[in-house]
C-alpha cells in the first residue's frame, strides 16, 4: 500500500528574498512546503488556488529569506562569553582561554555550551553552523537535540587536550565520528586545522591527503593578526599562506579563517585557487586584529561567507549584527559606498556560505528542490518604517528580535520568537542546573576585575 503523499505547507509573506536570482525580491509569493523540501515558490493566488488544501501560514508584515548560516564559530566557547574581555589575541588566548579550556574542558562543557549557542543562533534566525572545537561529538549531540544543521570540524592542533593526545589522535578521533553520523543529513563534516602557527608540516600534509581522498572542506585560522604573520616568517621564513599553498593546502576547500593580513599577491593567490574566506568582523574589531579587505576579495570574486567566531571573541552569535557591520566594514576601509551592499550581505551570510561548506545544492536560497531552510523577520513596527527595499531594511535597521519564525527542514523549530521543538526545549532547561555549576567553576578562573 502506497503511503499518502504529505500535505503541503503555504508560507504567505509580504516579501521573499530567494537570493537566488541575485538582488531579486518577490512580493505577494507564496512558498510551498511539502516534507522537507520547498516544492514551488509562485505567486500567492495561484499558490491557494493550486493547494486548496494546504495548510497555511500568512506572514503579512514579513521578509522571508534563506537560513543563515555562520561560516565560522566555536559553538561551545558560549560558557567562556566574557572570559576573555579587552585583550590582544596573543594574550587572549595564552592568558584566559586556553589555561581555561585545560581546567574544564570536558564533554560535558562542550554539549552544554553548544546547547546555550544553538538556543542563541535559533532565535536569531541561523540555521546552520560551521564549527571547530575539542569534543565535536558532544557538538553534534547538541545541534541534533536542538534540530540544528552543523558542519563539524575535525580537529588538528599540536598540542594535547582532554579530548586527544595530538594531531594523529584528533584526526582518528574525528574520522571515527564522521563514519558514526554519515546517515545524519543534518550533519556534516570539514578538516579544521587550528592555524599556522599551530600546526605541524606532517600534520597539514595529512589533512591535504584526507580533504583530497575525502573532497572534505579545510576550515583554518588563516592570517588573523600582524604578529602572527611576523612570527611565522621567524619560524618558517615565509608567510602563513605561501608555506600552506605549498603543502597543498590553497584550493577550493579551504575556508581561511578572519584573512585580516592579505597583500595583493595572497587575494589573488585565494581567488585564482577557489577558496572561501569566513568574514568575522566582530571579533576582529573586539581583539583589535584589523579589518579585513573585504572590498578588494570580493573585486577579485573570492567567495565571501560570514562567522561570528565563538562568544569569547565576539560575546554574541548574532548574524544579523555581524552581516550589518561587515557591509559597514567593507564600505569604510574601501571609501566606497556600493561595497557589500545589503543584496551581497544577504548572499554571503546564505548561498555563498552554503558553497564554502559543499552544500550549495541543498541550502542558501529559496528554489525549489532545496531544503526548506527559512526565516520569518516581522517588518511592521514603526521604528522599520517607510520600507523601500525590505533587504536593505533588513540589514541596516532590523536585527534579531525581529526573528519570529524559523524552518529547517520543513519543521517550525522558532515559532512566533519561541523555541517550537520539544526536544530543544528539554536540552535547554536540562543544562540550567550545570550552567550554574559551570559559572561558579569559570568565576574561580577569570581575574576580578580584568
Not at 174 to 195: K, N, T, W
Request: overall charge negative.
Amino acid at each position: 500500500m502506497t503511503p499518502p503523499a504529505e500535505l503541503p505547507v503555504v508560507l504567505t509573506p509580504r516579501w521573499i528574498a530567494p537570493v537566488e536570482p541575485a538582488n531579486t525580491v518577490l512580493t505577494d509569493h507564496a512558498v510551498v512546503i511539502r516534507g522537507d523540501l520547498i516544492e514551488a515558490v509562485l505567486p500567492r493566488d495561484e499558490a491557494l488556488r493550486l493547494y486548496p488544501h494546504a495548510s497555511r501560514t500568512d506572514l503579512p508584515d514579513h521578509l522571508l529569506i534563506p537560513g543563515l548560516i555562520n561560516l565560522h564559530s566555536h559553538a561551545a566557547m558560549a560558557l567562556l562569553r566574557g572570559a576573555g574581555d579587552d585583550l590582544p589575541l596573543e594574550r587572549w588566548l595564552h592568558e584566559r582561554i586556553w589555561p581555561i579550556e585545560a581546567a574544564v574542558m570536558s564533554d560535558a562543557f562542550v554539549y552544554d555550551g553548544a546547547v546555550l549557542a544553538c538556543r542563541e543562533m535559533l532565535r536569531g534566525g541561523v540555521t546552520t553552523f560551521n564549527d571547530m572545537y575539542f569534543f565535536p561529538e558532544a557538538t553534534a549531540r547538541a545541534a541534533l537535540d536542538m534540530g540544528m544543521r552543523a558542519v563539524l570540524g575535525i580537529l588538528v592542533i599540536d598540542f594535547p587536550s582532554a579530548y586527544g593526545s595530538g594531531p594523529a589522535d584528533y584526526l582518528d578521533k574525528g574520522m571515527a565520528l564522521r563514519d558514526s553520523l554519515r546517515h545524519e543529513a543534518s550533519i556534516g563534516f570539514c578538516l579544521a586545522p587550528h592555524a599556522p602557527y599551530s600546526v605541524s608540516d606532517d600534520a597539514f600534509r595529512e589533512v591535504a591527503k584526507l580533504a583530497a581522498e575525502l573532497q572534505l572542506p579545510v576550515h583554518m585560522h588563516v592570517h588573523e593578526t600582524a604578529s602572527e604573520i611576523t612570527n611565522h616568517i621567524a619560524q618558517y621564513g615565509v608567510r602563513p599562506l605561501e608555506r600552506l599553498a605549498a603543502l597543498g593546502l590553497v584550493g577550493p576547500e579551504l575556508i581561511a579563517v578572519h584573512a585580516v593580513h592579505l597583500n595583493d599577491a595572497e587575494i589573488r593567490l585565494l581567488a585564482d585557487h577557489g577558496a572561501s574566506v569566513a568574514h568575522c568582523p566582530h571579533s576582529n574589531l573586539k581583539l583589535a586584529s584589523g579589518i579585513a579587505p573585504i572590498a578588494r576579495m570580493l573585486d577579485q570574486g573570492i567567495n565571501l561567507g560570514i562567522g561570528t567566531d565563538g562568544s569569547a571573541s565576539n560575546n554574541r552569535l548574532d548574524m544579523l549584527l555581524e552581516m550589518r557591520t561587515a557591509s559597514l566594514l567593507a564600505k569604510g576601509a574601501s571609501t566606497d559606498a556600493t561595497a557589500l551592499g545589503a543584496h551581497a550581505t544577504l548572499q554571503a551570510a546564505t548561498l555563498s556560505a552554503a558553497r564554502a561548506i559543499g552544500w550549495q545544492d541543498r541550502l542558501g536560497s529559496i528554489i525549489a528542490g532545496k531544503s526548506a531552510d527559512l526565516v520569518a523577520i516581522d517588518l511592521s513596527d514603526d521604528d522599520q518604517q517607510p520600507i523601500y527595499d525590505p533587504v536593505a531594511q533588513l540589514l541596516y535597521c532590523a536585527g534579531r528580535e525581529q526573528v519570529t519564525d524559523v524552518w529547517i527542514g520543513g519543521r517550525p523549530v522558532v515559532t512566533k520568537r519561541q523555541l517550537a521543538c520539544t526536544r530543544a526545549l528539554d536540552a535547554v532547561s536540562g543544562i540550567s542546573a550545570s550552567r550554574v555549576v559551570w559559572h561558579n567553576r569559570l568565576s574561580l578562573l577569570v581575574p576580578d576585575g580584568v
